[in-house]
């Protein structure tokens, strides 16, 4: 959050996604440190043994289960990342989507044939004639508008 924002000027959904985000951080560090001491354990464990018999198997199986965690640790930081991206792209696309709509509507404005004419509603929806073409009245303010708007 930069200096000039505050926690209103993010979404709903924003701000569960901050609030996911860190909640993924403090289960990543639980993870890791439970990993490590598994770690530690198979490590005196196998210094106690000579790795054959029961032993031998207590150990590979202790060892497939740190790999798998392992595997599952690498897993989940890898869709914390997809999330974050998913995230990122739901912005950049409802920015697209709101320039999108300005230029929608200034485009409407350039095809809508009444912008040829010298007629104009009334407050009470008549046209009325008004001397000048709406075209001639805008000169081009409208698509400049929605250019200028751009970020």
């Excluded at 354990?41 to 029961?54: P, Q, V, W």
């Excluded at 060892?63 to 991206?85: C, G, N, P």
């Amino acid at each position: 959050m930069t200096e000039k924002q505050s926690i209103h000027d993010f979404t709903y959904e924003e701000k569960q996604d901050a609030l996911s985000e860190a909640f993924q951080m403090m289960k990543e560090r639980e993870q890791m440190e439970r990993l490590e001491e598994a770690q530690g354990l198979f490590n005196a464990i196998s210094e106690m043994g000579d790795g054959k018999g029961r032993h031998g198997e207590d150990l590979k199986t202790l060892e497939w289960l740190i790999e798998q965690a392992e595997r599952a640790h690498l897993l989940e930081k890898q869709v914390a990342s997809e999330r974050a991206h998913k995230l990122t792209y739901r912005k950049v696309a409802q920015r697209y989507q709101v320039e999108r709509n300005r230029y929608r509507k200034a485009l409407e404005f350039y095809a809508d044939e009444i912008t040829y004419t010298d007629k104009q509603h009334t407050s009470r929806g008549h046209l009325v004639s008004t001397g000048y073409s709406n075209i001639m009245s805008d000169k081009g303010c409208k698509a400049r508008q929605a250019l200028e708007d751009s970020p």
